[in-house]
């Protein structure tokens, strides 16, 4: 996977502010809201509570799952739902946004704001901070991004460690919380770089790592989060 686009793109010119220690960030507030929603109060937003959806509701041949026709999403891979399922229900950005289109088709769980989660791409709290173009143009990569929804998620509410240098490696997540099939795969989020609106923003709890990927560069997972 060619998680490190930006952080490789601009390698000559990137620096990285942080040390090599283990941190946590102060707990935050969420709160199991009924049976398949977790309310991030901090950041004003739902989750669901199974962090891969897809997977869950594709191997249960849900109804909304047959909905779905991912062959027909433009640029997206061109596989079937069965396909999709047969690969843990892994997308290309593409394909995660038609998902979540859906999802509000149908007012799921009674919401019809589903999106992917946001980064921010100016983030002092993120231990990287890179120059990506002649404009001047910045992004905030890296660890420790507590002002992101995955990463204020990550931290500040689930207490997961700070990962500074090579403190957790890949050991940082530690607690799961309420949430169900959380794993330490690379999620999408739904911001696009500004510079380059090829890219999005992703976030890889395994590791506490926010990077951007190429939209149809890899298949990651799908984790959907409305506003409260």
Same mark, same amino acid.
């Given at each position: 996977?060619?998680?490190?686009?930006?952080?490789?793109?601009?390698?000559?010119?990137?620096?990285?502010?942080?040390?090599?220690?283990?941190?946590?960030?102060?707990?935050?507030?969420?709160?199991?809201?009924?049976?398949?929603?977790?309310?991030?109060?901090?950041? @004003?937003?739902? $989750?669901?509570?199974?962090? +891969?959806?897809?997977?869950? #509701?594709?191997?249960? &041949?849900?109804? =909304?799952?047959?909905?779905?026709?991912?062959?027909?999403?433009?640029?997206?891979?061109?596989?079937?739902?069965?396909?999709?399922?047969?690969?843990?229900?892994?997308?290309?950005?593409?394909? @995660?946004?038609? $998902?979540?289109?859906?999802? +509000?088709?149908?007012?799921? #769980?009674?919401?019809? &704001?589903?999106? =992917?989660?946001?980064?921010?791409?100016?983030?002092?709290?993120?231990?990287?901070?890179?120059?990506?173009?002649?404009?001047?143009?910045?992004?905030?990569?890296?660890?420790?991004?507590?002002?992101?929804?995955?990463?204020?998620?990550?931290?500040?509410?689930?207490?997961?460690?700070?990962?500074?240098?090579?403190?957790?490696?890949?050991?940082?997540?530690?607690?799961?919380?309420?949430?169900?099939?959380?794993?330490?795969?690379?999620?999408?989020?739904?911001?696009?770089?500004?510079?380059?609106?090829?890219?999005?923003?992703?976030?890889?709890?395994?590791?506490?790592?926010?990077?951007?990927?190429?939209?149809?560069?890899?298949?990651?997972?799908?984790?959907?989060?409305?506003?409260?």
């Amino acid at each position: 996977m060619n998680y490190t686009i930006i952080s490789a793109l601009v390698f000559g010119v990137m620096q990285i502010h942080g040390h090599a220690t283990l941190s946590t960030a102060t707990a935050g507030e969420i709160d199991l809201v009924g049976k398949h929603l977790v309310a991030d109060r901090d950041m @004003a937003v739902e $989750w669901t509570r199974d962090a +891969n959806l897809v997977k869950t #509701l594709c191997s249960n &041949d849900s109804p =909304l799952w047959k909905s779905f026709d991912p062959a027909s999403v433009k640029q997206g891979t061109g596989r079937s739902a069965a396909e999709i399922c047969a690969q843990n229900g892994l997308m290309n950005w593409y394909e @995660a946004k038609a $998902w979540i289109g859906v999802l +509000n088709k149908h007012a799921y #769980l009674g919401h019809s &704001d589903w999106r =992917l989660p946001r980064i921010q791409q100016k983030d002092s709290s993120c231990s990287l901070h890179i120059q990506a173009d002649q404009a001047g143009n910045t992004v905030s990569l890296g660890h420790g991004c507590l002002n992101s929804e995955p990463g204020h998620l990550f931290h500040a509410s689930l207490d997961n460690p700070v990962y500074e240098g090579s403190a957790c490696q890949d050991n940082c997540l530690t607690n799961h919380g309420p949430f169900s099939n959380l794993s330490g795969n690379m999620y999408w989020t739904d911001t696009e770089i500004a510079f380059d609106t090829s890219l999005v923003g992703v976030f890889d709890p395994s590791n506490d790592w926010q990077d951007a990927e190429k939209k149809t560069s890899d298949l990651l997972q799908v984790w959907p989060v409305h506003a409260l």
